[in-house]
């Protein structure tokens, strides 16, 4: 599990990438590289990271699901992805 200020952090940016997303792309679009360069850093969708949306683990991230490869395994195991089962031949 990362530590909760982490996760923390990493959906305060989520946020800010949301809120700023239409400004940053109409100034992206003037050319306006001097008030995009004002705007705030945490605003740019390139500081967001993959992170796993229950441990908050950033390694081992399964895009297609959303989680960690450790939780995919737990949920896959238990039945709680419908469609995945574990393999075997």
């Known amino acids: 599990m990362a530590k909760k200020s982490i996760i923390a952090r ?5 946020k800010m990438v ?3 997303a ?5 100034l ?9 360069d004002a705007l705030p850093k945490n605003g740019s969708p390139v500081r967001l990271k993959n992170r796993c949306q ?16 450790v939780v995919f395994r737990d949920m896959a ?7 995945v089962k574990k393999a075997s031949w």
């Open 28 to 36: 992206k679009a003037a050319g306006d590289y001097a008030a995009l």
């Open 10 to 14: 990493q959906k305060k940016r989520e």
């Open 77 to 83: 195991l238990n039945g709680k992805i419908p469609g």
């Open 18 to 20: 949301a809120k700023q």
């Open 22 to 26: 239409e400004k940053r792309a109409a």
């Open 54 to 69: 229950l441990t908050g683990r950033p390694k081992g991230y399964m895009r297609f699901f959303g989680v960690s490869r």
